[in-house]
Nanobody, 118 residues
């Protein structure tokens, strides 16, 4: 099994920046062979992928965040970080850390609130 613990988030003005971090623990084998990423869910909307990164550092971003958000991963520390710049009110949501292991099983963090004021 895998546990994910998130940190970061909070309230920021439009144009500002925030950094989210997520630490994975548990099955080292599952963590090592995994894709890690961030999803978000705004009120009344479905959860959506924000960014993901594989063990070999290949990345994928939602079109809405390309050029503004950067995902990175430290395989030695089993952490994934999302640097969010040029935030807009449309980025307001609960952000969830995700790990998808080699069996395509999803693990989720508890979620962290990001609020961007205009």
């Amino acid at each position: 099994q895998v546990q994910l613990v998130e940190s970061g988030g909070g309230l920021v003005q439009a144009g500002g920046s925030l950094r989210l971090s997520c630490a994975a623990s548990g099955s080292i084998f599952r963590i090592t062979i995994s894709t890690m990423g961030w999803y978000r869910q705004a009120p009344g909307k479905q959860r959506e992928l924000v960014a993901a990164i594989t063990r070999t550092k290949s990345t994928d971003y939602a079109d809405s965040v390309k050029g503004r958000f950067t995902i990175s991963r430290d395989n030695a520390k089993n952490t994934v970080t999302l640097q969010m710049n040029s935030l807009t009110p449309e980025d307001t949501a609960v952000y969830y850390c995700n790990l998808k292991d080699y069996t395509v099983t999803d693990y989720w963090g508890q979620g962290t609130q990001v609020t961007v004021s205009s």
